[in-house]
């Protein structure tokens, strides 16, 4: 791109090239998947689908200012946008959240929409259990013998705000057969005491391992980081990277946000690169301690 700008001999060589790395950013954009497996009525899978237009709308102007072919037609749209939800009126509800998104955002950005149909479905945000598949002999009720891990959608990032339910409360709330049917499918990953919410972060850690994606950020409370809870994020760091932890203290509950995984794509951590996390009682760090 210097070359380039600079002009002179080696200025069309640096041209092409230049037009190329944009194509492949663009490229890059609209093959980029991002995946909420508890998404609710689709709020966090609105704002990276905002997140991901608002890059590519910023791409395009700029590249043109450099003299680049830049895109007429913005690619990023609600295929980008991945969800798992179990509510069916919640699952349904996140669709609708995406799609009048899409269109918000092509009105006010001046950008054609489509008209025939203006809705299309999307299959993607799936209603269905997140961490548990229920055993055919059950009916699809929840638990029983049988019972597996169901498989999530590769994607290159993870967001979510999974259900907080302590550890002491799960077997009152959820029932003793789906919480017995958690504790055989997860044996040895997540200890039968651990809150709720660890299901997801030891779900998108497993994503991790197996090359299913890059990066996850999900939201816990404070008590993720002590008791049978905090063994998950042992598991996390022992096989990948935290690389941003912080506290919000000025929520009603004391809302933990981590993200873990891989920071730079060109650098696949391992065992070797891990961050401590606080002893069971202590805080995290300041965010600057996580960052690289």
């Keep these: 791109m210097p070359r380039y700008i600079r002009g002179g001999k080696g200025s069309q060589a640096a ?4 037009q190329a790395t944009f194509s492949t950013f663009i490229a890059r954009l609209k093959a980029y998947r991002v995946l909420d497996p508890t998404c609710g009525s689709g709020n966090f899978l609105y704002l990276a689908l905002k997140t991901l237009k608002n890059l590519e709308h910023r791409a395009n102007p700029e590249a043109e200012a450099l003299g680049l072919h830049r895109e007429l037609v913005i690619e990023t749209n609600p295929a980008n946008v991945l969800g798992i939800e179990l509510n069916p009126y919640a699952a349904e509800l996140a669709r609708v ?3 009048i998104g899409e269109i918000q955002w092509m009105l006010t950005h001046g950008y054609h929409l489509r008209r025939d149909p203006i809705l299309q479905p999307l299959d993607h945000i799936e209603n269905r259990d997140a961490v548990l598949l229920p055993s055919p002999a059950c009916g699809g009720g929840a638990g029983g013998e049988g019972s597996s891990e ?13 259900p907080f339910l302590g550890g002491s409360k799960k077997r009152g709330e959820l029932g003793v057969g789906y919480l017995n049917a958690l504790n055989s499918v997860y044996k040895d990953r997540v200890p039968g005491g651990a809150d709720f919410v660890t299901y997801w972060f030891e779900k998108a850690r497993a994503q991790i391992e197996a090359g299913k994606t890059q990066r996850v950020g999900l939201v ?25 932890a912080w506290i919000n203290n000025g929520a009603a509950v004391r809302v933990s946000l981590v993200c873990f995984g891989h920071p730079d794509s060109s650098r696949q951590p391992g065992p070797g690169r891990r961050r401590r996390f606080p002893r069971s009682g202590g805080r995290f760090p300041s965010r600057a301690g996580y960052r690289r």
């Design 15 to 18: 041209y092409k090239e230049a």
């Design 97 to 99: 959240t995406v799609w």
């Design 150 to 162: 169901p498989e999530w959608p590769t994607a290159d990032a993870i967001v979510g705000n999974p």
């Design 220 to 244: 816990a409370t404070n008590s993720i980081r002590g008791g049978a809870s905090r063994k998950v994020l042992g598991r996390i760091v022992a096989s990948t990277t935290i690389f941003e």
